[in-house]
């Protein structure tokens, strides 16, 4: 059984496309965090969902949005993508003290 | 803010060698710490952690102790393979706050490469 499970692994797209990226997580964690690994392999967060409520929204472009419909799922939406938008984003959960489960990651290409 | 600085790889080291990456911290209070490690074409995984000073998390062999003094947490293995091949990132998260609920964001360093040859 997967725990934290990002869909889909790989997406290319072209330029001003709008994607999204579906993120569940069968741990029952109640907080969701959204990362980018840019291709120096530097993670940075993007956002955070604490029981379905924003609680973490670094400085990301607007274009960016993430949803939340329950505790089990954090999708990302983007609209107008870029080239620079390319990346591996990875979707994780945590509960308390413990580190994060991190999903597989979802490769972003955008030509 | 809070911020973590690893050594820059890439490290290569023959196998059997004895292995150190270095990490340090910046952070206020008493953060949580944590090495992850991120094999080739995978997510992150959690290879340890230490939640408070002098503790010493281990795992697969690695270890890494929580100094305080130095605000260092150094990974060690005694003797690496070539399954350790990889990514290590070291990272902290600060402790709960009461507007941040148990939402807490992880810090992570650069990422230091590791191959290891036969």
């Known amino acids: 059984d997967t725990a934290v499970s990002q869909t889909p692994k790989y997406l290319v797209t072209q330029m001003g496309n709008d994607k999204s990226i579906k993120c569940e997580q069968n741990?029952?964690?109640?907080?969701m965090y959204w990362y980018k690994q840019d291709s120096k392999k530097f993670l940075k967060i993007m956002f955070s969902y604490n029981n379905k409520e924003l609680i973490i929204n670094e400085t990301v472009p607007n274009r960016f949005s993430p949803k939340s419909p329950d505790k089990a799922h954090l999708n990302l939406h983007i609209n107008s993508l870029e080239l620079g938008d390319s990346a591996v984003y990875f979707c994780?959960?945590?509960?308390?003290?413990?580190?994060?489960?991190f999903g597989s990651g979802t490769r972003l290409t955008v030509v | 803010g809070d911020s973590v600085t690893q050594m820059e790889g890439p490290v290569t080291l023959s196998e059997e060698a004895f292995l150190t990456i270095n990490c340090t911290y910046t952070?206020?209070?008493?953060?949580?710490l944590f090495w992850y490690v991120q094999y080739p074409g995978e997510g992150l995984q959690l290879l340890l952690k230490?939640?408070?000073?002098?503790d010493k998390g281990s795992n697969k062999g690695f270890e890494a102790t929580y100094r305080k003094e130095t605000t260092s947490f150094h990974l060690e293995k005694g003797s690496v393979q070539v399954s350790d091949s990889a990514v290590y990132f070291c990272a902290l998260s600060p402790r709960p706050s009461f507007s941040s609920g148990s939402a807490r964001q992880l810090t992570f360093g650069s990422g230091t490469q590791l191959t290891v040859l036969p």
């Open positions: 230490a939640t408070k000073a002098d």
């Open positions: 952070a206020t209070g008493y953060p949580s």
């Open positions: 741990l029952g964690h109640d907080t």
């Open positions: 994780a959960s945590s509960r308390g003290l413990d580190g994060y489960t």
